[in-house]
Nanobody, 130 residues
Framework: DVQLQASGGGVVQVGGSLRLSCAAS????????IAWFRQAPGKEREGVSC???????????YYTDAMKGRVTISVDDAVNTVNLQLNNLKPEDTAVYYC????????????????????WGNGTLVTVSS
């Protein structure tokens, strides 16, 4: 069974950076997609970024408007990990960040509130202090 493990959260000052990681196990699909979402206290979950991957090395990335220009998603195939680099962090970025996955190409997979994602990792808390 696919398992996702998110890590890398912490406390950072305004303008700082963090790199979140989503380690995936038992990925046997020809195509799969990993998305990052976040949920701040009292707010709805929102998508941040998505990457479509294949066993042949194809990669397509998508970003929502939530953090566009301040975030980069990437994959480390060697360790089956999808990373999310967060830059120029703001207090409003404080949230629990989750990664989620599905065993198919799912274009813009971060743009639908999590619908269609079959696997969810634990959350990792990002706190941006001013």
């Amino acid at each position: 069974d696919v398992q996702l493990q998110a890590s890398g959260g912490g406390v950072v000052q305004v303008g700082g950076s963090l790199r979140l990681s989503c380690a995936a196990s038992d990925i046997t699909f020809d195509y799969w997609s990993i998305a990052w979402f976040r949920q701040a206290p009292g707010k709805e979950r929102e998508g941040v970024s998505c990457i479509n991957l294949s066993k042949w090395g194809d990669e397509t990335t998508y970003y929502t408007d939530a953090m566009k220009g301040r975030v980069t998603i990437s994959v480390d195939d060697a360790v089956n990990t999808v990373n999310l680099q967060l830059n120029n962090l703001k207090p409003e970025d404080t949230a629990v960040y989750y990664c989620a996955g599905v065993g198919r190409k799912y274009f813009h997979c971060a743009g639908y509130g999590g619908h269609g994602m079959d696997y969810w990792g634990n959350g990792t808390l990002v706190t941006v202090s001013s």
